[in-house]
């Protein structure tokens, strides 16, 4: 059974570009859940996605947007990146049936983005 | 606004010491509680999660947790800790606010 996976692993970008991060939820589960844990710090909520929708939003500008499939998989899309955005972002999926906007959420191994 | 502190940023300890991680939320209304844990390498995974009930909840690998209401307070323990434990922890709060994390605690414990 696999777990979450995240791709890519790691990622160089410079200022202004563009970036697109996936993930596949694991399997059974129908929610994602997009996290960005800057050095040092715990993760900070981006944003909730269940039945192809965004559900709930952290406090985050306009430039993340995100994007849920049939298949449940998702993809955080960051435009106009800025040298803040450097972080590891993390997805976690869980199941929207389990009751709970945020019950317990599996977590995958993160993307690395560098923004030079 | 909601907040979460975990006021210990790095713990050290020998083996079978006895460990107490603080976590301090600033809500008021409902919440749901959590501990993950970050092992080195590896991916966040849940410790204990506290939703109602006895307060006083167990996790995996011999973790407890203590939610005190009037405390804000849902501290993290374990009576005899382990090299294995080494790791990152984090305390994590849901609220109307939606879910946030502390910044972690790192723990090193010495052989």
């Known amino acids: 059974d696999a777990g979450v996976t995240q791709s890519p692993t790691h990622l160089i970008k410079t200022r202004g570009q563009q970036v697109t991060l996936r993930c596949s939820p694991k399997?059974?589960?129908?929610?994602v859940s997009w996290y960005q844990q800057a050095l040092g710090q715990g993760p900070q909520f981006i944003f909730q996605y269940y039945e192809e929708e965004e559900r709930q939003r952290g406090n985050f500008p306009d430039r993340f947007s995100g994007h849920q499939f049939p298949n449940y998989s998702s993809e955080l899309n960051v435009n106009a990146l800025l040298l803040g955005d450097s972080a590891l972002y993390l997805c976690?999926?869980?199941?929207?049936?389990?009751?709970?906007?945020?019950?317990?959420?599996?977590f995958g191994p993160g993307t690395r983005l560098t923004v030079l | 606004a909601q907040s979460v502190s975990q006021h210990n940023h790095h713990v050290i300890l020998s083996e079978a010491a006895s460990l107490e991680l603080g976590c301090n939320y600033s809500?008021?209304?409902?919440?749901?509680l959590f501990w993950y844990v970050q092992y080195p390498g590896q991916h966040l995974q849940l410790l204990l999660k506290?939703?109602?009930?006895?307060?006083l909840v167990k996790g995996i690998k011999g973790f407890e947790a203590e939610f005190i209401k009037s405390k804000f307070s849902f501290n993290l323990r374990k009576p005899s800790v382990q090299w294995s434990d080494t790791a990152e922890y984090f305390c994590?709060?849901?609220?109307?606010?939606?879910?946030?994390f502390g910044a972690g605690t790192r723990l090193t414990v010495k052989p």
């Open positions: 976690a999926s869980s199941s929207g049936l389990a009751g709970g906007v945020f019950d317990e959420q599996f």
């Open positions: 399997s059974g589960h129908d929610t």
């Open positions: 809500y008021g209304g409902t919440v749901n």
């Open positions: 994590a709060v849901i609220s109307d606010f939606g879910m946030r």
């Open positions: 506290y939703f109602s009930g006895d307060p």
